[in-house]
């Protein structure tokens, strides 16, 4: 299951979750033009469990050289796809769980949770020589908080079925659900101390994120989140928008409901509607007239319901405006 998007536009910029993917390109990039020297980098950079378990070994390290493996691996990735794959998956669900701690906030929380998925790693693979790298273990933080905070969010999904792809909305909490116990299933039957997708850190980044995300809330913003706010502001409504029309009467109209923002309302907009029919969806550009005002209705003619007949109603959105 490969996820498309959600349905949750963030109402701000996610200003630091896109900073961070911008860096582990950037990183990824540097990487690239190392040639031998890599491996040296991911030994002294990533996590290797054999640093800790072995006394000798340990003491070659400050504690500094120690402790910042657990920072600098979330930005070491072993291939293109193990980098897009990680970034994706941010992109897709970090910027709801941003704009609801507030950046800096989340700054902490993203980096809390891959330094426990690290430990965890490193208490399941006690002894091992392989160096482990990657932000899969900060990124399953991120959608633990995003199954606890927005449980009922739907995840456009493309999933294979034998030779076909299919466009699939899911809830959230099973498309979550079912990513954990994947996980969580693997890193069962994976032996300890082999290289390969460190699972266990999967399995404990998503519960550092399940449980922290409240602690988090909870925690006092900081003022200089207020200032950021303000400028990381989306000023324009969601360009795709899913519509669920709703059928109010026995005839073949449906209706449903646009959001725009003040100054699209008065200026005028296009925006592309997608309505979902069955497992597929129909995507369609209506244009808003300039000088809507809230509670206008906007009809689409012939994408109602349909009689046996043939015959078919409108589609009538109600257009409503973002404070």
């Not at 970090?94 to 965890?120: K, M, P, Q, S």
């Not at 502001?233 to 109010?248: A, C, F, H, V």
Request: overall charge positive; hydrophobic content about 50%.
């Amino acid at each position: 299951m490969i996820p498309l998007r959600d349905a949750i536009r963030s109402k701000t910029f996610p200003v630091v979750n896109t900073l961070i993917i911008i860096l582990n390109v950037l990183v990824f990039f540097w990487q690239l033009t190392l040639g031998p020297r890599l491996n040296e980098i991911l030994f002294l950079y990533g996590i290797v469990p054999l640093r800790y378990s072995d006394p000798q070994i340990a003491l070659q390290f400050t504690r500094f050289e120690q402790w910042f493996p657990f920072i600098s691996s979330m930005f070491l990735h072993g291939g293109l796809f193990h980098i897009l794959g990680n970034m994706w998956f941010l992109y897709i669900f970090g910027d709801n769980i941003e704009e609801r701690l507030g950046h800096l906030r989340y700054l902490f929380f993203y980096l809390l949770c891959g330094v426990v998925a690290g430990l965890v790693h490193l208490f399941t693979n006690w002894g091992s020589r392989i160096p482990t790298i990657g932000a899969s273990g900060a990124v399953s933080g991120v959608m633990g908080a995003y199954l606890i905070l927005y449980p009922h969010s739907r995840i456009l999904t493309l999933l294979p079925i034998f030779f076909f792809l299919h466009f699939v909305e899911i809830p959230a909490f099973v498309f979550l659900g079912y990513w954990f116990l994947i996980q969580l299933f693997s890193a069962s039957l994976t032996p300890k101390n082999v290289g390969g997708i460190a699972f266990w850190a999967h399995v404990g980044g998503f519960v550092a994120g399940f449980i922290f995300v409240k602690l988090f809330e909870w925690a006092p913003r900081i003022g200089l989140d207020y200032n950021l706010r303000h400028y990381t502001e989306r000023k324009r409504s969601p360009r795709l928008q899913t519509i669920y029309p709703q059928i109010l009467s026995e005839d073949l109209d449906v209706y449903g409901t646009l959001w725009l923002t003040p100054i699209e309302a008065i200026r005028g907009t296009r925006k592309l509607i997608s309505i979902p029919q069955g497992l597929r969806k129909r995507n369609v550009i209506v244009t808003v007239p300039p000088g809507v005002e809230e509670g206008t209705r906007l009809r689409l003619k012939g994408l109602g319901k349909a009689d046996p007949e043939g015959n078919r109603g409108n589609l009538f959105l109600e257009v409503r405006i973002l404070d």
